[in-house]
């Protein structure tokens, strides 16, 4: 077996990583979408701190309210279709240098929101920063992973 492939050796403390990252995302994720639910008000955003706004609204979309009004089957579809390649290439490339960090975020996000689309038809963004879509914790690992995904694929790893 190759250094690249998952199981026993060195590719186990990374699937553990990510596993580790992907359930605090999804928990903390789950717990501010439900103390926002909890104590905001929806329609009516508080003030946070330099011009950030607390609200409480509902996407029916993907991440920053795209796909808004698509089906939840083409977004279940498109979420699932979506984790598993990633999964798979973590599960070929596991020993890859801080792969498991951009796992864990896309991973735990995904699933934070794939929670609430299930549980409420909907997903709970509560951050609105200037005239850019609310979004939430789980949307931010989620674009924090991806763009730790394409450093990682523009990363030289020697000579080819």
Not at 139 to 153: E, I
């Given at each position: 077996?190759?250094?690249?492939?998952?199981?026993?050796?060195?590719?186990?403390?990374?699937?553990?990583w990510a596993l580790a990252l992907t359930g605090l995302v999804f928990a903390l994720d789950q717990i501010t979408k439900q103390a926002v639910v909890d104590h905001v008000a929806k329609g009516d955003p508080v003030d946070a701190i330099f011009g950030?706004?607390?609200?409480?609204?509902?996407?029916?979309g993907i991440a920053f309210g795209l796909l808004q009004g698509a089906a939840d089957g083409v977004v279940l579809?498109?979420?699932?279709?979506?984790?598993?390649?990633?999964?798979?290439?973590?599960a070929a490339h596991a020993t890859r240098p801080g792969l498991w960090l951009a796992v864990g975020l896309v991973v735990g996000g995904a699933l934070g929101n794939l929670a609430d689309r299930i549980r409420a038809g909907a997903v709970t963004d509560y951050v609105l920063v200037g005239s850019w879509p609310a979004f939430n914790l789980a949307?931010?690992?989620?674009?924090?992973?991806?763009?730790?995904?394409?450093?990682?694929?523009l990363r030289e790893e020697g000579p080819r």
């Open positions: 077996m190759g250094d690249d492939h998952a199981g026993p050796g060195p590719a186990s403390p990374a699937w553990a950030v706004k607390i609200s409480n609204v509902r996407n029916d579809a498109l979420t699932i279709g979506a984790l598993a390649m990633l999964v798979a290439y973590f949307d931010a690992a989620v674009t924090c992973g991806v763009l730790l995904l394409a450093l990682s694929f």
